[in-house]
């Protein structure tokens, strides 16, 4: 890997009530300051869960100067997704099991001025979508069913990542690779190893008792690999 690992703190597990505080604690000074923040949109049909969506994003972005990483688990993202990136959020990822027509919605996210990001879930294969990364600048792994924090990490998806690594190193890709769901002390090392150039962490950033001091441990691991 042949740039600094990125950290993006997830609010799904930071307290509601305060979002604009606890975006604030990861965006300090140096290695204590997270490189994006991933936002979880959930709709309660594409995932069994509801969380947060536009009107909050836009809030958001008065309330911190950090590129914000909105992840989209929802039906239809081809007519949402494009409402996140004209608000200004630096990177809209969709689910490819969710998604249309993938291709145009990601030209779309970048005429729109976002980077445009594409998720694959723990059973999804990579391979059938080759053609379709190619338009991305993200490639989203999950590392859990998509819907809830704080779940364990599905090991078994260090394989696609092994492959989205080369394919992405051998095809010459200018795509970030980024895992999501279970990165932590323990298992942010393998997932390094396996390739990933950014990592997702909720609990283990707002769960700990200094947030920013999470993210420079949870980087320093990384880079370790
Ligand atoms: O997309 C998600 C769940 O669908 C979350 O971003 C993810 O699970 C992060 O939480 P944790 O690090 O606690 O697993």
């Known amino acids: 890997m ?13 307290d509601f009530a305060r979002l604009g505080e ?14 994006w923040v ?3 949109v959930m709709d309660a049909h594409f995932v069994p869960n509801l969380t947060l969506g536009l009107p909050v994003v836009k809030s958001l972005l008065k309330a911190t100067d950090l590129p914000l990483d909105c992840h989209l688990m929802i039906e239809d993202p081809d007519h949402w997704a494009i409402g996140y990136a004209e608000a200004g959020a630096y990177n809209v990822t ?18 729109a001025g976002a980077k445009a990001g594409l998720s694959v879930k723990p059973g ?13 600048d993200t490639l989203l792994v999950m590392s859990v069913e998509p819907g809830f924090g704080g779940q364990s990490f599905i090991p078994d998806v260090l394989d696609k990542v092994r492959t989205a690594r080369r394919l992405v190193d051998t095809g010459h890709l200018n795509v970030i690779v ?11 090392e393998q997932a390094a190893e396996a390739g990933v150039d950014c990592f997702v962490a909720g609990s283990a950033v707002y769960g700990a008792e200094d ?4 993210v420079a441990a949870l980087r320093a691991q990384a880079a370790a690999r």
Do not use: F, Q
């Open 2 to 14: 042949s740039h600094r690992s990125l950290i993006a703190p997830s609010i799904l597990s930071a």
């Open 94 to 111: 969709v689910h490819v099991e969710a998604a249309s027509d993938p291709v145009m919605l990601a030209k779309n996210l970048h005429a």
């Open 124 to 136: 999804t294969p990579l391979e059938d979508h080759l053609e379709t990364l190619k338009h991305y």
């Open 178 to 188: 980024e895992i999501d769901g279970g990165i932590n002390a323990d298992t942010i």
């Open 22 to 35: 606890e975006i604030n604690a990861v965006a300090g000074e140096g290695e204590t300051r997270a490189d």
């Open 38 to 40: 991933h936002v979880d």
């Open 211 to 214: 947030p920013g001091k999470a």
